[in-house]
Every structure is written in C-alpha cells, then in structure tokens.
C-alpha cells in the first residue's frame, strides 16, 4: 500500500520514484529514441566518422564527425540513460548542427552501470570520461581540432556527468585549468541525494563521500567556465527543480551561468532538439558556445 510518509521535500517514495522515471512523463519514449537513432544513421551515411579509442576498456571510444574548418573547435557529447548501457548508434544526431557551424563533434562511448549493482561503479564512469576529455585535448590536432577550444554538452545522466567534469581539476590530469572553455548541461541531476533516495538506488550505489565528490550543485566555485543549463517545461517536476537550483547556485557563487526553460518540450524531446539548428535548444547550444 502507498505510504503518506515524506522523504525528500514533500516526495513520497512512490512519488518521488516516479519523479525520477522518464517513462512516466514522456508518452512518446520509443518513438524519440527511434528518432534520435535514425538521424545518427543518416548522419553516418552522408559524413565522414572517425572512431578513436581512448582508454584501456572496449567501451572507452569516441566517435568524431569532423569539419571541414581547419584548427576547429571540439563540441564533446555526453550521453543520457540513466546511467545504464545504451545502443552505441544513437548519439550523433545533431552532428549537422555542429558541423556546419565549423567544429567537430566528438560523441564519448564509456561503461555503463550494470541493472544490479557489479565492478562497474558511477566512480569508474567518471573516471573514463576524464579520459575522454584528456584524450580529446592531447589528440584534438590528430582531426583537425583545437585542443584550447573544447566545449561539453550533457543530457539527461550524461549532463550529471558533464557536471562532474566541470568540476574537475584539470591541472591534476596534466591539463590547463581551463580546459573545457564552455559546458552546457541539458535535463540533468546535480544533487545525487533525492536520485540515490529514489528507485534508482537499485543499482546506484554510492558512499556518502562519493555521493558528495559527484554532486556537481555542491562544488560550483570550482567551475570554471560560463555553462548553460537547460531545461523543458514538459520534463518531470524533479528535474524542472535540479535545473533551477543548480543555476541559482553557481549564481549565488558568481559563476557565469544562464538558466534556459524550453518551451513544450520533454526529457527526450529537447535532447532532439539539436538535431534542428532553428530550434531554441540549438540556437541557444550554439550562442553559448561561440559557434
């Protein structure tokens, strides 16, 4: 039976699992991630893509659609899922928008969370991408990319974990402070409390201290960078609220941040929305980026 007992805010448990179950709050699921599949295919055909590989594990692989622009600007994508392994098809779909605006897209391939909890922890996932990240910057060259120009987008888990990079010492990996010149975090969790209360708590499983090391809304002084963090107004209440305090945070700390709501659209649909440069989620990636 339902329980009235609140746990976080004034969430339930079946409320607030529901609050973090896409599922329940995009009637159209299959037919965005069908969608965002079938234009990465098309982009296949019509574009050169590179695949690199910049780690020790099969899933640590990039996908690069490259410009024509000589010493151009790197886009790296970060993708959603909830953490969880994800067809590797589907994550270029917006390369057009980039790639006609004069950078590369790099898409990151990494691990993934197995459903119940196993070696492969949100820890490692970091881990990976800071690779990923370290790789683009020494290998940008190797594609025609300037490695003083690197921007990040994340969606959804990805966006989590795009946050988590831009906290990230980059000094410490051999790298300068300001290594990701822009970060944009679409439809993202940044504080892992409510998440690891939630019915994801299935297979996240985290320290206390790990939870706070990945709760991006906890360190923003050390975000270095302007980021955009975006939201739609069809999302789920919970992630409409992470969007909104993680931008109120960097800005009560002075960091360079703008809050974008979408309008009429969902989790998966402004994710889609790249892949239309007249879109108002593109438009706004590509300002915010100097593209």
Same mark, same amino acid.
């Given at each position: 039976?339902?329980?009235?007992?609140?746990?976080?805010?004034d969430?339930?448990?079946?409320a607030?699992d529901r609050?973090?179950?896409q599922?329940?709050w995009v009637?159209?699921?299959?037919a965005?991630?069908a969608?965002?599949q079938?234009l990465?295919?098309?982009v296949?055909?019509r574009?050169e893509?590179?695949?690199?590989?910049?780690?020790?594990?099969?899933?640590?692989?990039?996908?690069?659609?490259?410009?024509a622009?000589?010493?151009a600007?790197?886009?790296?994508?970060?993708h959603?899922?909830?953490?969880?392994?994800?067809?590797?098809?589907?994550?270029i779909?917006f390369?057009d928008?980039?790639?006609?605006?004069?950078?590369?897209?790099?898409?990151?391939?990494?691990g993934?969370l197995p459903?119940t909890?196993g070696?492969?922890?949100? /820890?490692?996932?970091?881990? &990976?991408l #800071?690779?990923a990240? +370290?790789w683009? @910057?020494?290998n940008?060259a190797?594609?025609g990319?300037?490695p003083?120009?690197i921007?990040?987008?994340?969606?959804?888990s990805?966006?989590h974990l795009?946050?988590v990079?831009?906290t990230?010492a980059w000094?410490?990996h051999g790298?300068?402070?300001?290594?990701?010149?822009?970060?944009?975090?679409i439809?993202?969790?940044?504080?892992?409390?409510?998440v690891?209360l939630s019915a994801?708590?299935?297979?996240?499983k985290?320290?206390?201290?790990e939870?706070?090391a990945?709760?991006a809304?906890?360190h923003?002084?050390?975000?270095?960078c302007?980021?955009?963090?975006?939201?739609?107004t069809?999302?789920? /209440?919970?992630?409409?609220r &992470?969007a #909104?305090?993680?931008a +109120?945070a960097l @800005?009560?700390?002075?960091r360079?941040a703008?809050?974008?709501v979408?309008?009429?659209?969902?989790h998966?649909?402004?994710n889609?929305?790249l892949?239309?440069p007249a879109?108002?989620?593109?438009?706004?990636a590509?300002?915010?980026m100097?593209l």
């Amino acid at each position: 039976m339902p329980t009235t007992e609140t746990i976080f805010l004034d969430y339930t448990q079946d409320a607030l699992d529901r609050a973090y179950d896409q599922a329940a709050w995009v009637p159209n699921i299959e037919a965005m991630r069908a969608l965002t599949q079938t234009l990465s295919a098309d982009v296949r055909t019509r574009r050169e893509h590179i695949e690199r590989s910049y780690g020790p594990t099969e899933d640590e692989t990039l996908e690069i659609i490259p410009t024509a622009r000589p010493n151009a600007p790197v886009v790296l994508f970060i993708h959603g899922g909830r953490w969880l392994a994800q067809p590797h098809n589907a994550f270029i779909h917006f390369a057009d928008t980039i790639v006609d605006e004069g950078a590369h897209l790099v898409a990151a391939r990494f691990g993934a969370l197995p459903p119940t909890p196993g070696e492969i922890r949100l /820890p490692t996932i970091v881990d &990976q991408l #800071r690779r990923a990240v +370290a790789w683009v @910057h020494r290998n940008a060259a190797s594609f025609g990319g300037d490695p003083a120009r690197i921007h990040l987008i994340g969606h959804s888990s990805g966006a989590h974990l795009a946050s988590v990079l831009l906290t990230t010492a980059w000094t410490e990996h051999g790298m300068p402070a300001d290594a990701i010149k822009t970060g944009i975090c679409i439809s993202g969790m940044y504080d892992l409390r409510p998440v690891l209360l939630s019915a994801r708590s299935s297979y996240v499983k985290l320290s206390a201290a790990e939870e706070d090391a990945l709760s991006a809304i906890r360190h923003v002084d050390r975000i270095v960078c302007p980021l955009l963090v975006a939201h739609g107004t069809d999302e789920s /209440p919970e992630f409409q609220r &992470q969007a #909104r305090d993680f931008a +109120a945070a960097l @800005h009560h700390a002075g960091r360079p941040a703008r809050l974008l709501v979408v309008p009429g659209c969902n989790h998966f649909e402004i994710n889609a929305a790249l892949s239309d440069p007249a879109s108002p989620m593109a438009k706004a990636a590509l300002a915010h980026m100097g593209l």
